[in-house]
């Protein structure tokens, strides 16, 4: 992968982006933590041309996790003789008024799992019931879908099911009238599953240039090279740079197995609202690996963001961590505040850590 | 949380792979990429392989980034 992180290629493509740049500004959202990420690590924004501004979307599920999934987790954790697995970052973020770690610490049986299958393996090697708190985009969804088709037997197994779709997200940012957005780096990993066909209807919807981008700096470059050109040539559509990983129809198994298990829903995105078609929940069939519906635990009324927190602003584009009052200073990833300073691909943290 | 690194298969156990990810190897679950072989390459997300690493392909976007290179 070093040959993608190539100087003598970087300074090549910075030329022809000067060559090929248009005066007025432009805007290019990328939705993915590790696209994010590399920007800040490789200091690709102070590489462009000033009038190249790259802003980064809601592409981060721990951050978009709704304050009332995380309540309910963290209600269930505490009262419910269960079992509670999830991913590493999600212990830590903030509910409404606390968080699954605190619970943890107070004797909550919170785990933190690398892979779903390491959820199942604990299931099959107790008696008790595991809930497996499953967030993520149509990266992960796949993996938990053939997790569940696999456990059907399983009967201690369930999920709360916090799964988000990336496109309708997008779509909603391009229908948002005080959200200006030019054109976007679409994510590389979500596009090894979803392929590139769901950026093709977005580019003629809204005739603004997509195209999938790979994670290395140079990846980032020429997919805005690829934009910079799209919008030249007054040609938009779904483009694909990351070629190397994202195939056109994707991964189909993987598409077919969230089918089979999936069904698609309107979902709540934490500061954003609710976004039409962007949920997934389980299917009927398998009702009995649905953690809210299998155990009755009633929460109060949830709080997405601290009055004063950015971080609905910055998912949607509209403002970065340094405009947030409370970013490094009562807001840390130690002790945070908000949500989006709390995954390595959130983008307070990626501020925090790079800036 | 969507972070995929590429790995090299280095041998099939069944629904699980042995993988190389430069150095640091482990099993990963393979149900979705079921027909990966010793010696390709993919991408591992939470414990998954989720899509098989093009390896021609990575040399035709390195070429093509010479052709950029030797038009400037």
């Not at chain 1, 299958?117 to 008696?127: F, M, N, R």
């Not at chain 1, 985009?137 to 779709?165: D, G, Q, V, W, Y």
């Not at chain 1, 129809?249 to 077919?256: D, H």
Request: with cysteine.
């Amino acid at each position: 992968m070093l040959e993608f992180r190539d100087k003598t290629t970087t300074k090549a493509l910075i030329k022809e982006i000067r060559k090929i740049s248009p005066q007025n500004n432009i805007k290019v959202m990328h939705v993915c933590g590790t696209h994010e990420m590399t920007i800040a690590r490789w200091g690709l924004r102070e590489l462009l041309p000033k009038n190249i501004e790259l802003i980064s979307g809601p592409g981060c599920p721990v951050c978009v996790t709704s304050a009332s999934e995380i309540d309910f987790a963290i209600k269930l954790a505490r009262e419910k003789d269960v079992i509670l697995t999830t991913f590493g970052d999600m212990l830590s973020v903030p509910g409404t008024d606390s968080s699954l770690s605190e619970a943890k610490s107070q004797g909550a049986d919170a785990r933190i799992v690398y892979g779903i299958d390491e959820a199942t393996k604990i299931a099959a090697e107790t008696e008790r019931q595991v809930v497996h708190f499953s967030v993520g985009f149509e990266t992960t969804a796949p993996s938990i879908a053939s997790e569940i088709l696999e456990s059907k037997m399983l009967k201690n197994f369930s999920i709360i099911c916090s799964h988000r779709l990336i496109p309708p997200a997008m779509d909603y940012l391009l229908s948002s009238e005080d959200i200006e957005i030019d054109g976007f780096i679409c994510p590389g990993h979500v596009s090894t599953i979803i392929g590139y066909e769901p950026y093709g209807v977005l580019a003629e919807k809204f005739a603004k240039p997509m195209v999938v981008g790979g994670f290395e700096p140079n990846d980032i470059l020429l997919s805005i090279l690829m934009i910079l050109k799209q919008i030249k040539a007054e040609s938009p559509r779904a483009q694909n740079e990351y070629t190397r990983a994202a195939k056109k129809e994707g991964n189909v198994l993987a598409k077919k197995m969230m089918n089979d298990v999936f069904e698609i829903c309107d979902k709540g995105w934490r500061g954003i609202g609710i976004i039409p078609n962007s949920g997934l929940r389980l299917k009927d069939e398998f009702t009995e690996h649905d953690g809210e519906k299998k155990f009755k635990v009633e929460i109060g009324k949830s709080r997405d963001l601290r009055p004063g927190c950015k971080c609905g602003e910055i998912m949607k584009g509209k403002a970065i961590p340094q405009d947030c009052p409370y970013f490094r200073k009562a807001c840390t990833p130690e002790n945070p505040i908000g949500a989006c300073i709390v995954s390595s691909e959130g983008p307070c943290y990626i501020a925090y850590s790079y800036s | 949380m969507c972070l995929a690194i590429p790995a090299e298969v280095k041998k099939i156990k069944g629904e699980y792979a042995l993988v190389d990810f430069g150095g640091l190897k482990r099993d990963v679950k393979i149900v979705l990429t079921p027909e990966v072989k010793v010696g390709d390459y993919v991408l591992v997300h939470a414990g998954f392989s989720i899509q098989e690493m093009d390896i021609e392909e990575a040399k035709e976007s390195l070429e093509l980034w010479e052709q950029i290179l030797s038009a400037t």
